[in-house]
Nanobody
Framework: QLQLVESGGGLVQPGGSLRLSCVAS????????IGWFRQAPGTEREGLSC????????YYTESVKGRFTISRDNAKNTAYLQMSSLTPEDTAVYYC?????????????????WGEGTLVTVSS
C-alpha cells in the first residue's frame, strides 16, 4: 500500500511561485508514475502533469505548459510540482496520485493511490 502526502500549498500573490511536494511511503515510489491534479470548488478533478516512474517522460496539460514543472527524486521517494506565474484561476486543492502504468496518468479514475491534497490560493 502506497501512502502519499502533499505539502507546500498556501497563499501566494498573482505572478508568484510555489513548489509542491509529494512524499511517498509504504512502497517504493520508483515503481509508479506520479501525477499532479487539482480540483477547484464546483469543478471536476483536473489532471495537470505526469512523470514516468524512471525514464523521465513527462506530460503537461495545456493550461500549465511553460508554467509548471514536474520532477521526482526516487531516492527520496518524493515528487515535486514547481508552479510559477500563478493566477487566481490556479486556486484549487492540489493532489498527487500514483499509477502503476504511466499510460493511466492523468486520468483521475485510473490512478491507483491518492494523497489528501494541499490547498493553493492565489490572491492579492
Amino acid at each position: 500500500q502506497l501512502q502519499l502526502v502533499e505539502s507546500g500549498g498556501g497563499l501566494v500573490q498573482p505572478g508568484g511561485s510555489l513548489r509542491l511536494s509529494c512524499v511517498a511511503s509504504g512502497v517504493t515510489v520508483g515503481y509508479y508514475a506520479i501525477g499532479w491534479f487539482r480540483q477547484a470548488p464546483g469543478t471536476e478533478r483536473e489532471g495537470l502533469s505526469c512523470i514516468h516512474s524512471h525514464d523521465g517522460s513527462t506530460y503537461y496539460t495545456e493550461s500549465v505548459k511553460g508554467r509548471f514543472t514536474i520532477s521526482r527524486d526516487n531516492a527520496k521517494n518524493t515528487a515535486y510540482l514547481q508552479m510559477s506565474s500563478l493566477t487566481p484561476e490556479d486556486t484549487a486543492v492540489y493532489y498527487c496520485a500514483a499509477a502503476f502504468y504511466y499510460r493511466d496518468c492523468p486520468t483521475p479514475r485510473a490512478m491507483d493511490y491518492w494523497g489528501e491534497g494541499t490547498l493553493v490560493t492565489v490572491s492579492s
